[in-house]
C-alpha cells in the first residue's frame, strides 16, 4: 500500500502521561484524513511530532517512504502545515510574510503569492500590516502560507478556527480543490465534524492517546439509518411511556432533554400524542438520519456537547 503517511507503536509521554500511546495512523497518497478527537485527546502532539516539532519517546514515523529522524528537515520542504495558533511578523504586512516564507522554504516562483492571496480572499488586504489583521484574516493568511510552496502534503490543525460560515465554505471548497485538482494529500483535524464528513475520505479518531478507530467516510455511511430525535422537558417519564406505554425498546437518551428513537415502527403522531396526554412538553420532535458526529458519539462514548 502506498502510504504518505505511517506512524509504528507510536508513544509520546508527558509527566509520567503517555498523551499518544501506541499509534499507528496510516493516510493514504491522495487522500483527505479527518483525524478527530476530544480536547486533549492528543491531535495537536502527533501532528507536531509528524513535522518533527516533538520527539517520541517510542515507534516510527516513515513519511515519503523515509522514517523521520531528528534533526531531518528536509521533508518540510514538500509539507505545509498549520499547527495551533499561527504565527507571523506583526509589523510586516501579509505579502512580506509570504514572500519571507518563500524565502527560507527556498521556494522561488513569488508570482505564486498572488494566487494564493486571492485563493483565501486576502488580495485586498495583501499590503496591511499583519497587526491590522483580524483573528479569522490570520487564519486565511496561515491556510495561504501553508498551500503557498504547493506541497505535496498538508498537515493542517484546526485549520478553520476563527472563521466564519462563509470563510468555511470557502476554504472546504479549496481544500477540495486542491486535493482533486493537484492531489495533494490532506491531514486535517478540526472539531468541526460536520466539515470533516463533508471532504474526508477517511477519518481517524483518537481518544485518551490512543487511536481507538480508522474507518473510511463510506464504511461510517453504512452504519447511517433513520431515527425520530424528541426534545422534551422531562426525559425521564418520556422515556418510561415510550417503552411502557408504546412498547419501543430500541431509544437511547442522548442528554438531559434529548431522546434518540431508532425503532420507528410508531409513527411522530403517535409518539407525540402519548407526550402530550401524560403533560410533557415537546420542544422539538423530527425525522433524523445519524451523521459523522452521532458515530463518533457512539465509538467514543463522550457526551454529546463535549468538544470534540
Do not use: W
Request: aromatic share 8%.
Amino acid at each position: 500500500m502506498n502510504y504518505i503517511i505511517e506512524t509504528h507503536h507510536l508513544k509520546k509521554i508527558y509527566k509520567d502521561k503517555a498523551v499518544v500511546n501506541d499509534v499507528n495512523i496510516h493516510v493514504k497518497k491522495g487522500e483527505i484524513y479527518g483525524f478527530v478527537g476530544p480536547n486533549g485527546a492528543g491531535k495537536s502532539t502527533l501532528m507536531k511530532m509528524l513535522l518533527n516539532l516533538v520527539q517520541s519517546n517510542s515507534g516510527e514515523i516513515v513519511i515519503f517512504g523515509n522514517k523521520v529522524v531528528e534533526n531531518d528537515f528536509e521533508m518540510l520542504k514538500r509539507i505545509g502545515s498549520i499547527i495551533e495558533n499561527p504565527y507571523f511578523y506583526e509589523k510586516l504586512t501579509a505579502r512580506e510574510n509570504l514572500d519571507l516564507h518563500c524565502e527560507y522554504m527556498g521556494y522561488h516562483n513569488k508570482n505564486h503569492i498572488k494566487e494564493v492571496l486571492e485563493c483565501v480572499g486576502l488580495l485586498k488586504d495583501a499590503d496591511k500590516k499583519v497587526s491590522q489583521y483580524s483573528l479569522g484574516m490570520k487564519q486565511r493568511l496561515a491556510i495561504a502560507r501553508a498551500i503557498l510552496t504547493k506541497p505535496e502534503l498538508l498537515i493542517l490543525d484546526e485549520p478553520i478556527n476563527a472563521l466564519d460560515p462563509e470563510g468555511i465554505r470557502e476554504m472546504r471548497e479549496l481544500f477540495r480543490k486542491l486535493n482533486t485538482d493537484y492531489g495533494t494529500t490532506i491531514f486535517i483535524s478540526s472539531h468541526i465534524l460536520s466539515e470533516v464528513e463533508q471532504i474526508a475520505d477517511k477519518i481517524g479518531i483518537i481518544q485518551n492517546g490512543k487511536l481507538i478507530k480508522e474507518i473510511s467516510m463510506s464504511d461510517v455511511h453504512k452504519y447511517r439509518t433513520d431515527y425520530v430525535e424528541i426534545d422534551v422537558d422531562n426525559v425521564e417519564l418520556a422515556g418510561y411511556l415510550l417503552e411502557h406505554e408504546l412498547q419501543i425498546q430500541d431509544f437511547r437518551i442522548i442528554t438531559e432533554n434529548r431522546i434518540e428513537i431508532y425503532d420507528l415502527s410508531k409513527s411522530i403522531k403517535n409518539i407525540s400524542s402519548i407526550l402530550v396526554q401524560n403533560s410533557i412538553g415537546i420542544n422539538s420532535i423530527g425525522r433524523k438520519q445519524n451523521s459523522l458526529e452521532d458515530y463518533f458519539f457512539q465509538i467514543t462514548d463522550t457526551k454529546a456537547g463535549e468538544k470534540v
